[in-house]
């Protein structure tokens, strides 16, 4: 065994380790920025998506956040109890679930548009180091690079 092998498992060498603590990091450098918001991390997320696109599937979110339903459902019950979001049976399936954004829901944008520059400028990054970042992840994401 070379002394190149033993650096192979070094911790510290580790892209498993680096990505686990990263996250956990990210999600607390989320936190003190996210909490005027009302928001957690993982309702940030939900969201984001929204923001994007709503009313949509319960499904079709999970999807998007690469989640299981079963695991997106709690996220958006706690965002309607919040007056955030709404649920509704479709009226095209009865077994789908549409989520919808409340004008409260629309408002909180504005609100968090400043969110991604609390974030650069607590880790010191600027935009294209953070896109670089990411695109770089998105392998590991299962997720092609986002466009430019």
Same mark, same amino acid.
């Given at each position: 065994?070379?002394? +190149?092998?033993?650096?192979?498992?070094?911790?510290?060498?580790?892209?498993?380790f680096a990505m686990v603590t990263a996250a956990r990091n990210v999600?607390?450098?989320?936190?003190?920025?996210?909490?005027?918001? !009302?928001?957690?991390?993982?309702?940030?997320?939900?969201?984001?998506?929204?923001?994007? $696109?709503?009313?949509?599937?319960?499904?079709?979110?999970?999807?998007?956040?690469?989640?299981?339903? /079963?695991?997106?459902?709690?996220? %958006?019950?706690?965002?309607?109890?919040? !007056? #955030? %979001? $709404? $649920?509704?049976?479709?009226?095209? +399936?009865?077994? $789908?679930?549409?989520?919808?954004?409340?004008?409260? !829901? #629309?408002? #909180?944008?504005?609100?968090? #548009? +400043? %969110?991604?520059?609390?974030?650069?400028?607590?880790?010191?990054?600027?935009?294209?180091? %953070?896109?670089?970042?990411?695109?770089?992840?998105?392998?590991?994401? !299962?997720? /092609?690079? /986002?466009?430019?």
């Amino acid at each position: 065994m070379t002394s +190149d092998d033993d650096d192979l498992l070094r911790l510290e060498n580790q892209l498993c380790f680096a990505m686990v603590t990263a996250a956990r990091n990210v999600v607390a450098i989320y936190r003190p920025i996210l909490e005027p918001l !009302g928001l957690t991390h993982p309702q940030y997320l939900v969201m984001l998506a929204l923001w994007e $696109r709503a009313p949509r599937s319960l499904n079709d979110l999970a999807t998007d956040l690469a989640l299981e339903p /079963a695991s997106a459902s709690p996220l %958006v019950k706690r965002l309607e109890k919040e !007056g #955030l %979001v $709404r $649920r509704t049976r479709s009226t095209e +399936d009865e077994r $789908r679930l549409d989520i919808d954004l409340t004008d409260a !829901g #629309l408002a #909180l944008r504005a609100r968090a #548009l +400043d %969110v991604p520059r609390q974030v650069m400028a607590a880790v010191g990054m600027d935009l294209e180091s %953070v896109a670089t970042l990411r695109d770089g992840l998105a392998p590991f994401a !299962g997720r /092609a690079p /986002a466009a430019r």
